[in-house]
C-alpha cells in the first residue's frame, strides 16, 4: 500500500510560483511512476507531469519550461515547482502514483489532490 499526502496548494497572482509536495508512504515508493495529474472546474483530469523511478521525466505540453517535476528519494518526496502560472493553470492538483501507465484509469494510488487558483 502507498498513501499520498499532497501540500503546497494555495492562491497565486499570474506569473507567480507555487512549488507542490507529495509525500508517500511505504516502502515500496521507490518503484512507482509517480507525479500529477489536475482537474478544473468542468473539466476532465489531465496529466501533468510524471518522474519514473528509472529518472526519467515528463509533462504535459501545457506546462513545458514553466513546471519542473523532481523526486527525492531518500524523503519518499515528489515536487512539482511551477512558475509563470497563469490562470488556466488553476485547478485540485492530485499526486498519483503507478505501476504501469500514467494514465488516469490506470493509476495505482491517488492523493486526495491540493488547490491552485492563480488570479489574474
Known amino acids: 500500500q502507498v498513501q499520498l499526502v499532497e501540500s503546497g496548494g494555495g492562491l497565486v497572482q499570474a506569473g507567480g510560483s507555487l512549488r507542490l509536495s507529495c509525500v508517500a508512504s511505504?516502502?515500496?515508493?521507490?518503484?512507482?511512476?509517480v507525479g500529477w495529474f489536475r482537474q478544473a472546474p468542468g473539466k476532465e483530469r489531465e496529466f501533468v507531469a510524471v518522474?519514473?523511478?528509472?529518472?526519467?521525466?515528463g509533462v504535459s505540453d501545457s506546462v513545458k519550461g514553466r513546471f519542473t517535476i523532481s523526486r527525492d528519494h531518500a524523503k519518499n518526496t515528489v515536487y512539482l515547482q511551477m512558475n509563470s502560472l497563469k490562470p488556466e493553470d488553476t485547478g485540485v492538483y492530485y499526486c498519483?502514483?503507478?505501476?504501469?501507465?500514467?494514465?488516469?484509469?490506470?493509476?495505482?494510488?491517488w492523493g486526495k489532490g491540493t488547490l491552485v487558483t492563480v488570479s489574474s
Open positions: 498519483a502514483a503507478t505501476s504501469k501507465a500514467f494514465r488516469v484509469d490506470v493509476i495505482d494510488y
Open positions: 511505504g516502502r515500496t515508493f521507490s518503484r512507482y511512476g
Open positions: 518522474n519514473w523511478s528509472s529518472g526519467i521525466t
